[in-house]
């Protein structure tokens, strides 16, 4: 037997989540282990649950989301992040990605490509829209001539979430 992909909603819109895991709820290979509106309340449903994916709604705080991606990242590694949202702001993407999200989902997208991301996320591995490749490209450009430019000429050592990152855009 396959096993399902666990889910935990965060969003503070509790119509939206219900409605949102209902419709995940009818798919075979999803279960929602719960609907939460605060960051407390998903540090407690992952501590209870053994959830493959937090779905995250970025409507909240942008400060919450940033801070609650990298404590998911950071206390539970084998739980993917990824994010729900309607911008494609590269700066908030690019903040998201940095603190450890494996993936963004405009709110725009149809049903079955966030089933896709969803299955994509949990094997490790991301997908995004081009405008958003394109941002994190640039971003990895800066980065590399900024670290070109510096005194020393020593190769350029990426961390290990750029590396990710990287991987990712290829």
């Not at 995250?56 to 609650?68: K, N």
């Not at 299955?119 to 941002?135: Q, Y």
């Not at 990895?140 to 070109?148: F, P, R, W």
Request: proline fraction near 4%; hydrophobic fraction near 45%; glycine fraction near 4%.
């Amino acid at each position: 037997m396959i096993h399902a992909v666990s889910l935990i909603i965060v969003t503070d819109n509790r119509l939206f989540g219900e409605c949102l895991a209902s419709v995940l709820a009818r798919c075979e290979s999803f279960t929602v282990s719960a609907v939460v509106q605060t960051a407390e309340e998903a540090l407690q449903q992952i501590q209870e649950h053994q959830s493959d994916i937090i779905l995250i709604d970025v409507h909240l705080p942008h400060t919450m989301v940033l801070t609650l991606t990298q404590q998911l990242t950071r206390d539970f590694p084998h739980v993917r992040v990824l994010l729900l949202g309607v911008t494609e702001a590269e700066t908030e993407i690019q903040a998201y990605v940095e603190a450890g999200a494996g993936g963004y989902v405009p709110k725009n997208t149809p049903f079955h490509e966030l089933q896709s991301v969803i299955e994509l996320v949990t094997r490790g591995e991301t997908m995004c829209s081009p405008h958003i490749a394109h941002a994190m490209f640039a971003r990895l450009s800066e980065l590399a001539q900024t670290s070109a430019s510096s005194v020393t000429h020593e190769p350029v050592i990426l961390s290990d979430r750029e590396l990710e990152i990287l991987q990712w855009i290829a």
